[in-house]
């Protein structure tokens, strides 16, 4: 019995140094250092000081589901214009010609109104002090009677004079599975 005392406490140090010795820092796992955390002074960049407009590029959306009536097409957004300003943490949206929910007609009501909101702030949340953007986007008919909308908030990723991403979820820089991308106009 006596040996047994004297092994077991060597045994869990030698399993403790394996497991330690064992871990791998190249591992697919999310650590919440490869996505940058941005300050109040990058916000700038995207405002350019006064007002600087962007267009959306591209949308990743790697859990798109096409039953949602909410869901949101990158072709809907190609012709809109995004203006952020430095006085509020509002922007404001030229929309183009083709509408997210313009078809949307289920045969009760006719989605008439497209809505949009959206914000650009600096907060301290889940992902860090960072920067980020709510994005709201949605549909009312003529009387108001029926209506949908979706809220999404994005963490700033990557952001230079002429390009930003936004995206959401724990995820390794560039390899985004929900994303808005930004190029300026």
């Given at each position: 019995?006596?040996?047994?005392?004297?092994?077991?406490?060597?045994?869990?140090?030698?399993?403790?140094?394996?497991?330690?010795?064992?871990?791998?820092?190249?591992?697919?796992?999310?650590?919440?250092?490869?996505?940058?955390?941005?300050?109040?002074?990058?916000?700038?960049?995207?405002?350019?000081?006064?007002?600087?407009?962007?267009?959306?590029?591209?949308?990743?959306?790697?859990?798109?589901?096409?039953?949602?009536?909410?869901?949101?097409?990158?072709?809907?957004?190609?012709?809109?214009?995004?203006?952020?300003?430095?006085?509020?943490?509002?922007?404001?949206?030229?929309?183009?010609?083709?509408?997210?929910?313009?078809?949307?007609?289920?045969?009760?009501?006719?989605?008439?109104?497209?809505?949009?909101?959206?914000?650009?702030?600096?907060?301290?949340?889940s992902?860090?002090e960072?920067?980020?953007?709510?994005?709201?986007r949605?549909?009312?008919?003529?009387?108001?009677t029926?209506?949908?909308?979706?809220?999404?908030?994005?963490?700033?990723?990557?952001?230079?004079?002429?390009?930003?991403?936004?995206?959401?979820g724990?995820?390794?820089?560039?390899?985004?599975?929900e994303?808005?991308?930004?190029?300026?106009?």
């Open positions: 019995m006596k040996n047994y005392n004297s092994i077991i406490p060597q045994l869990l140090s030698l399993f403790l140094l394996i497991s330690l010795l064992s871990c791998n820092s190249d591992d697919d796992s999310f650590d919440g250092g490869n996505i940058p955390l941005f300050t109040e002074s990058d916000m700038p960049m995207i405002h350019g000081n006064s007002e600087k407009t962007w267009r959306i590029t591209e949308l990743i959306n790697d859990y798109y589901n096409p039953s949602d009536p909410l869901e949101i097409e990158f072709s809907c957004l190609a012709d809109d214009e995004y203006t952020f300003s430095s006085v509020t943490n509002q922007f404001s949206v030229n929309l183009g010609d083709d509408k997210c929910f313009g078809k949307n007609d289920d045969g009760i009501f006719t989605a008439d109104v497209e809505i949009f909101d959206g914000e650009l702030v600096f907060m301290d949340a992902d860090g960072t920067i980020y953007l709510r994005y709201s949605g549909y009312m008919n003529a009387d108001g029926a209506q949908g909308i979706s809220i999404r908030y994005y963490t700033l990723a990557e952001l230079s004079e002429s390009r930003m991403v936004f995206y959401r724990n995820i390794k820089f560039g390899e985004y599975k994303a808005i991308v930004f190029e300026a106009i």
